[in-house]
C-alpha cells in the first residue's frame, strides 16, 4: 500500500464547491531510465485516478510518464448530498488502491 | 591528517587555476573618456556589494557604494543568535574598512535607476552618474506569495531571514517558550537565500530544545523533497536529535500554503499546525530596487550573463549576489563575494574596451548542526551555454562517516571562514 494524503471537507453548503487534494507517494517511474546494469527500468506509473460521490463519478483523470512522483491532484466537485467521497489509484500492475471520507452536506443551500 | 574527500583537492587546484589572470583583448563598448578614472556605482553593502566596491576600487576605478544603513548585519552564523549561542553584535560590521580603501560610501536608498541616462538618484535626491552600476541588493521576502504573511505577521511569526530585529524576536521567542512547547518551521521551494540555511537553523534550534526544554518538540514544513547536505543532516538528526526534530517533506504534504498569526497556525494542503513559536520563512525575491531598475524578470530574480555577471534586460547594469539568477550556484555569501570578484574584473575590463574571458567560480557553505559539529558542501561552476553550471567532478560533500573530531574541525572552519570573508569585504 503507497501512503496517501487526502483533504476533503467534512461539511459543507448544499451546492457549495468544494476543493478536494489528493496525494499518493508513487515512484512514477516512466520505463525510460536504464539502471546501472544499462537495461531498462521497467515502467511503473499510476495511470489512472477518479473520484466517486456516493458512487457515481466526478472526477477522473489518464496520468501519464511526464507526471511527476507523488503526484499531487487537486478538483472541485459540488456538494449535492451528505455521503461518501472515494479516492482511488490504479498502477500498472492493475492494483488500485481506493481512500474514502465522509462529506456531511447542510440542509441551508448555499446562498 | 584525516583523510578527506579527494574531490576537495579538485576543488583547491581550480582555485588556483581560476587566479589566472585574463588578458584577451577585443575593442567592445564604448572606450571611457581619458581624464579621470571612469565611474562604476554599487548598490548594496552586502557581501555582494562590499566586496565588489573594494575589488572595482583595487581596479584603480572612481567606486561610490550605496547602501541605506549604517552597518551590514551578516546572516552566515546567525543561526546560532538564534540558538541562543552567540552574541548579534559579532554579525555586525561598519563600513570604515570600505572608506579607507577609498570608496565612497553614501548611506542613502537608491529610489530610482535611469538605465539609459546612465544615473542613479538617491532617497534626498542627489543623482549619480556612472558608467557602469553593480547592483546587490540582495533579497525582500516575497510576502504575496504566502496569504497571510506580511510585515506584521513577521512581528508574531519571524522570518529572521534577514538577519537584525527578527534574528532577535526569534531568539527571544524561544526563550519565553515553555517547555514543551511546539516549535515549528516553515520552508520555501527553491529558490531562496542560502540553500542548506533553514536546516541548519532547524538542527540548531533542536540543540536548544534538547539542552533547555527537553520535553519541546520541532516540527519542519517543507515545500520540498531534498535539500543541500541531506543526507549528512538527516544522518545528523537520527543521532542528535531523535524524536525531536520531524522533518515533513513536500510528499508527506509538508507545503505550507498559507499561515494565521492571529491563531500561530501554519496551514497546508492536509493539515493545520498550531505552533507555540512559528517561524515562517517565505518565498523570496531580488530587492524592490531590481524590479525599479527593472532587471528581474518574473520569476522576480535578475537574469545575468554569466562570463560579465551583465543584466540580461538592461545593459551597462550588472547584477551580483542573491538578486542574480546564477544558474547552479547557491545563494551564499561565499558565491555572493566569488561573483563580485568576478564582476568586478569583468566590469574594469569591459571600461578598458576589452573582452572579459570565462571565469571560474567557487562556494562553499559550512553548516553547524550542533555547536561542534560542522559539515560542508563545496561547488566549483562555470559558464556553459549561456548559463553558470557546476564543473563535473569538482566539488563535493563532507563525507558521511567521520569521527567526531572531524566534525569539530569543520565547526571551527566555519567560524574561521566568517571571520576570514568579513575581514576581506568590511576590515
Known amino acids: ?111 | 591528517m584525516t583523510p578527506w574527500n579527494p574531490n576537495r583537492r579538485a576543488v583547491l587546484k581550480t582555485l588556483t587555476a581560476a587566479t589566472v589572470t585574463v588578458t584577451a583583448s577585443a575593442a567592445l563598448s564604448r572606450p571611457v573618456h581619458a581624464q579621470g578614472a571612469a565611474r562604476v556605482v554599487v548598490i548594496g553593502g552586502g557581501f555582494a556589494g562590499g566586496t565588489a566596491a573594494r575589488f572595482l576600487k583595487g581596479h584603480g576605478l572612481d567606486v561610490t557604494l550605496v547602501e541605506p544603513n549604517p552597518t551590514y548585519t551578516a546572516c552566515p552564523l546567525s543561526n546560532s543568535v538564534v540558538a541562543g549561542l552567540r552574541s548579534l553584535d559579532r554579525q555586525t560590521f561598519g563600513y570604515d574598512g570600505l572608506r579607507r580603501a577609498g570608496v565612497t560610501v553614501v548611506h542613502q536608498r537608491a529610489s530610482k535607476v535611469d538605465a539609459e541616462a546612465r544615473r542613479v538618484t538617491l532617497g534626498d535626491g542627489v543623482a549619480l552618474d556612472y558608467d557602469r552600476l553593480v547592483l546587490a541588493p540582495g533579497i525582500d521576502m516575497n510576502f504575496g506569495a504566502l496569504p497571510g504573511y506580511d510585515d506584521k505577521a513577521a512581528e508574531i511569526m519571524p522570518h529572521a531571514w534577514k538577519a537584525g530585529p527578527q534574528t532577535t524576536l526569534l531568539a527571544r521567542q524561544l526563550e519565553a517558550m515553555e517547555d514543551g512547547g511546539v516549535v515549528v518551521m516553515s520552508v520555501p521551494a527553491n529558490p531562496y537565500r542560502c540553500p542548506p540555511g533553514p536546516y541548519e537553523r532547524a538542527s540548531l534550534i533542536a540543540h536548544y530544545l534538547k539542552t533547555r526544554k527537553p520535553r519541546s518538540k520541532l516540527i519542519v514544513l517543507d515545500a520540498k523533497d531534498s535539500f543541500s547536505k541531506q543526507r549528512l543532516f538527516q544522518a545528523a538528526w537520527e543521532k542528535l536529535y531523535p524524536g525531536l526534530l520531524e522533518w515533513v517533506s513536500l510528499s508527506s504534504g509538508g507545503q505550507v500554503t498559507s499561515v494565521d498569526p492571529a491563531s500561530l497556525t501554519l496551514v497546508t494542503d492536509f493539515d493545520r499546525v498550531k505552533a507555540a513559536v512559528a517561524n515562517v520563512i517565505p518565498p523570496q525575491k531580488a530587492a524592490s530596487i531590481a524590479a525599479l531598475a527593472e532587471v528581474a524578470d518574473r520569476t522576480g530574480w535578475c537574469p545575468i550573463d554569466p562570463v560579465t555577471f551583465e543584466s540580461r534586460l538592461r545593459p551597462g547594469i550588472h547584477v551580483i549576489g542573491d538578486a542574480a539568477i546564477a544558474g547552479a550556484m547557491p545563494k551564499s555569501a561565499f558565491a555572493a563575494n566569488a561573483q563580485a570578484k568576478v564582476c568586478a574584473a569583468a566590469v574594469a575590463t569591459l571600461l578598458r574596451g576589452e573582452k572579459p574571458a570565462a571565469p571560474k567560480l567557487i562556494n562553499t557553505c559550512y553548516s553547524l548542526v550542533a555547536p561542534d559539529y560542522g559539515i560542508s558542501v563545496a561547488g566549483v561552476y562555470a559558464p556553459s551555454d549561456g548559463r553558470l553550471a557546476d564543473v563535473e567532478g569538482a566539488g563535493g560533500t563532507s563525507p558521511l562517516d567521520a569521527p567526531a573530531s572531524f566534525r569539530a574541525k569543520e565547526a571551527v572552519y566555519a567560524e574561521s571562514w566568517f571571520d576570514t570573508i568579513t575581514a576581506e569585504v568590511f576590515g
Request: with cysteine.
Open chain 1, 1 to 111: 500500500m503507497a501512503r496517501t494524503l487526502i483533504n476533503v471537507p467534512a461539511t459543507a453548503k448544499r451546492g457549495e464547491v468544494v476543493e478536494i487534494k489528493a496525494l499518493i507517494s508513487h515512484p512514477m517511474e516512466t520505463g525510460f531510465r536504464t539502471g546501472s546494469d544499462g537495461a531498462l527500468i521497467p515502467r511503473d506509473i499510476i495511470h489512472r485516478f477518479a473520484c466517486t460521490y456516493n458512487g457515481e463519478e466526478v472526477f477522473s483523470a489518464d496520468l501519464f510518464p511526464a507526471i511527476t512522483a507523488n503526484p499531487f491532484i487537486t478538483f472541485t466537485t459540488v456538494a449535492e448530498e451528505s455521503g461518501e467521497i472515494a479516492l482511488s489509484w490504479t498502477d500498472d500492475q492493475g492494483n488500485t488502491q481506493t481512500e474514502t471520507a465522509k462529506i456531511t452536506v447542510g440542509q441551508d443551500p448555499v446562498e
